[in-house]
């Protein structure tokens, strides 16, 4: 599903049954919708017949009195008719409008909350600005379909069905002539179709690539201008924005000229038949009613063929939307909650962590192992350090403990519970974790920080953010608590944005903490203040502490030195030291420059 992978075959209107999930809650608005469609129609359908009797009876009279009060009647009967094409004109378009409302934010929410239940592994392939481009365009594309062009399409399918029965059944000679040409007419138009369907799927391609570009960049505004790629960068967008104008463009052309040929084809074809007509009035073989309903007849036709064409072209571009829509939908995440779920323990005091022979591959690097042969148990309330060179694979052991992904081989098991048998959000629930790079998200600090137990109170909020040494300076700010942190916190400096992030973690209170270089963003005096907080929210849990500023480590209770995804040491601070091993190297190297420990890269595996 990346912009790099094997496109399906072009969407036909069938596509859109991938729809009929969404439809089918709805199913009485839909009869609904659908008989003041088929009222609307007959309601045109009347119209010509109408006109009929008002020039035959109402104009061609003999007697002044009689055609005076024909005359009424039949107007009479016309407004009547208007005005109850009015009424379920009305009453189709609120019905069709709402349907397509409800059902893109039906459609909308479906895949939303499919997706972001996707193991990571998904987002190896899948852009985010792809993703978004789904949620956005297509659904758009799909609201458009539903909410109007296949009401159009239905309604004119009536009228031009109606309107040709009623021609063939006036002019049944000519008409049937006529019939035959525009058999020629479909032909041609079923090549230019196909054109159209994978010209649509390409143009909705490349306007996905372009919101994937987007979407990175404006994640990395600060990182583009300290690098001054901005006109590059303006240049890749225009290119690849270029490529989806290029391609829609053929798109269009090839639209215009189904379009055109289809409205000529037919209008020519009709044009016969209404001559044929006008020879018939002058043969005394038909009335000039007769003629006047034959040529509202066929102008409803071609109006009819026009509007089909157009909506055909919609149901292509539809169709192809609903099949993106349907691939992230039916995406499935090869980490899934166990069937029947095998309970958690209750924890006290911290949970017992146990690694068991864990082989553990990424998906999207199959050939470079990030953990081999590793075991490692962790008694409940311990606290074991993870060190090592970059690409050693510590984050790894934290992504599937909180199984983000499932090992390859071996077993991992929390409290005596393979984690591939716990309930996914039992076992989450049980875990908290700082990560390197923070999340802070468009909220208040406030409930930034809720986020880690949402039904916390402001009190126990403000507790957490004290522990955090975040209190302070959260204060400072315009609105204090209430301060929005603006997007991805831009509002706030690194460091501030960890105090918030170990803030929401101490908030959640878990029997098992994750911190993977949790001090990292810190400047000495926050470091310090940071390290007497996570010390007391250490106490009474097991931790597993990610750290390449060792000094963070060294009261550890043990440290695991990875290399290559395999554990080269363990012990205490003192006891690797002592050794002279990697660790100790490590540690020379750090401590006599007073630098963090440096990114050796041993293996290029994900650490």
Known sequence: MSKNSERPAAATPRSLSGLSPFLRPYRGRIALAVLFMVLAAVATLVLPAALKSLIDQGLVAADPGQRVMGLREHFGALFAVGAALGVFSASRFYMVSWLGERVTADLRNAVYAHVIRQSPEFFET?????????????????????????????????????????????????????????????????????????????????????????????????????????????????????????????????????????????????????????????????????????????????????????????????????????????????????????????????????????NFTYPSRPGQPALQSLSLNIKAGETVALVGPSGAGKSTVLQLLLRLYDTQHGQITVDGVDVRQADMHALRQRIGIVPQDSVIFSASALENIRYGRPEASDAEVIAAAKAAYAHDFILALPGGYDSFLGERGVRLSGGQRQRISIARAMLKNPPLLLLDEATSALDAESEHMVQAALETAMKDRTTLVIAHRLATVQRADRIVVLDQGRIVEEGTHAELVARGGLYARLAAMQFQTGLPMPAITSAPTQG
Do not use: C
């Open 126 to 358: 899948t852009a985010t600005g792809e993703v978004l481009s789904r949620l956005t365009t297509d659904t758009t594309l799909v609201q458009t379909v539903v909410g109007s062009s296949l009401s159009m399409g239905l309604r004119n399918a009536v009228m031009g069905s109606g309107a040709l029965l009623m021609l063939v059944i006036t002019n049944p000679r000519v008409m049937l002539q006529v019939l035959g040409m525009l058999v020629l007419v479909v032909l041609p138009a079923v090549y230019f179709g196909r054109r159209v369907r994978k010209l649509s799927r390409a143009s909705q391609d490349r306007v996905a690539d372009a919101s994937a570009i987007a979407s990175e960049v404006l994640n990395a505004v600060p990182v583009v201008q300290s690098y001054t790629q901005e006109g590059a960068e303006a240049r890749r967008f225009d290119a690849s924005t270029e490529s989806a104008f290029d391609t829609a463009r053929k798109r269009t052309r090839i639209r215009a000229v189904l379009v055109a040929f289809i409205i000529t084809a037919t209008f020519g074809a009709l044009l016969w038949g209404l001559y044929q007509g006008t020879q018939a009035v002058l043969s005394g073989d038909i009335t000039a009613g007769h003629l006047g309903q034959t040529v509202l007849y066929v102008a409803v036709l071609v109006s009819s063929v026009a509007v089909l064409s157009e909506v055909y072209g919609d149901l292509l571009r539809a169709a192809g939307a609903t099949e993106r829509l349907m691939e992230l939908l039916h995406a499935e995440s090869p980490v899934t909650n166990p069937t029947h779920p095998v309970a958690l323990p209750p924890a006290s005091g911290g949970s017992e962590v146990s690694l068991s022979e864990v």
